[in-house]
Structure formats: structure tokens, C-alpha cells
């Protein structure tokens, strides 16, 4: 049984900052890719981030060098350092990752979501 869970919101002033974390926990071989999405009221989910195996990183047009993507291969952890936080970051952050099992098997599990608000 795999688990991702998320940690690291929380209430926050505009400039400020935060990091998210995304642990798997389980029966876990390697992560494939890490992926963050993000949900504001009243809006469909959006794609934040990216991060392959190798390290190769992708980000939304609206991150414009605010977020940084990372992972930590041997904690089965992914990141999301989020900076210079606008009101409209606003939203439920969800973590995606791409994983093999200790079978090989691969599977696609969502983290539970975590709080991030930012407000003065």
C-alpha cells in the first residue's frame, strides 16, 4: 500500500514564502516524475510544476521563477519551495507522482491536498 502525504501549508503574507512537502510512503522501488497542481475556489485544478527522474524541471507560465520544484530520491520526497506569494497563490496544492512498487508495478497516486493561503 502507497501513500503520498502532503505537509507544509499554511497561512502566509504576500512576499512571503513556504515549502511543501510530498512524502510516499509504502511499498516503494523509485519515483518516476513529481507533479504539482493547485485548486483555487470556484476554479479548475492547474498544473504548477514538474520534475522527471533526471532532474529535469518544467513550470506553469504564472510561476515565472517564484516556485522552486525539487526531490529528495532517497526519502521518496518531493518539494515545492513557493516565494514572493501573491494573494491569487490562494489555493488546495495537490502533489502527483509516478511510482514503481517494490513489484514493479507502476502506479499514479495524488497527495491529500494541503491548505495554502495567502493573505495580510
Known amino acids: 500500500q502507497v501513500q503520498l502525504v502532503q505537509s507544509g501549508g499554511g497561512l502566509v503574507q504576500p512576499g512571503g514564502s513556504l515549502r511543501l512537502s510530498c512524502a510516499a510512503n509504502?511499498?516503494?522501488?523509485?519515483?518516476?516524475?513529481i507533479d504539482w497542481y493547485r485548486q483555487a475556489p470556484g476554479k479548475e485544478r492547474e498544473f504548477v510544476a514538474h520534475?522527471?527522474?533526471?532532474?529535469?524541471?518544467k513550470y506553469a507560465d504564472f510561476v515565472k521563477g517564484r516556485f522552486t520544484i525539487s526531490r529528495d530520491d532517497p526519502k521518496h520526497t518531493g518539494y515545492l519551495q513557493l516565494s514572493s506569494l501573491k494573494p491569487e497563490d490562494t489555493a488546495v496544492y495537490y502533489c502527483?507522482?509516478?511510482?514503481?512498487?517494490?513489484?514493479?508495478?507502476?502506479?499514479?497516486?495524488w497527495g491529500q491536498g494541503t491548505q495554502v493561503t495567502v493573505s495580510s
Open positions: 520534475i522527471t527522474s533526471g532532474g529535469t524541471t
Open positions: 509504502g511499498n516503494i522501488f523509485t519515483i518516476n516524475t
Open positions: 502527483n507522482a509516478i511510482l514503481y512498487t517494490t513489484d514493479l508495478d507502476e502506479f499514479e497516486y
